[in-house]
């Protein structure tokens, strides 16, 4: 048994397979998500986990080369912007229907309990070497 890190499993096992370039969605409890990628659906209950908790927990076990983000996040979601700013770099803004669009190819959707308006990022996969 791990002890520490990410403990759920299948979300450990989906991290494993990701490869350099590979996309990952954050995302929150609204996010439509399209057929096609893995989901990793870690929502409990409006606001647990919050989209904050499993970014950092995911930022802490991925290299990243940045992300995406929703332009609207910026006047709808200050916090969330902030928090995205801080922690993704660099940071592309993009309309939410393109970053909608863009989930499609994702490798893996990890979906929150999050419940503020778009909180979500897709980050692309960087290599440790």
Wanted: proline share 7%.
């Amino acid at each position: 048994m791990k002890k520490s890190g990410i403990l759920n499993r299948h979300l450990c096992g989906a991290l494993a397979e990701l490869g350099h370039g590979d996309t990952v969605l954050i995302c929150d409890a609204g996010m439509p998500v399209p057929p096609g990628p893995r989901v990793v659906d870690l929502a409990f209950r409006a606001g647990v986990p919050s989209f904050a908790e499993v970014l950092d927990g995911l930022l802490a076990e991925l290299v990243t080369e940045g992300g995406t983000a929703a332009t609207e996040v910026q006047e709808a979601n200050p916090a969330t912007a902030r928090l995205l700013s801080a922690r993704v770099t660099p940071l592309t803004l993009v309309p939410h229907e393109e970053l909608k669009r863009r989930t499609a190819a994702a490798r893996l959707v990890v979906r929150t309990g999050e419940a503020t308006p778009y909180a979500n990022v897709l980050l692309r996969c960087g290599v440790f070497f």
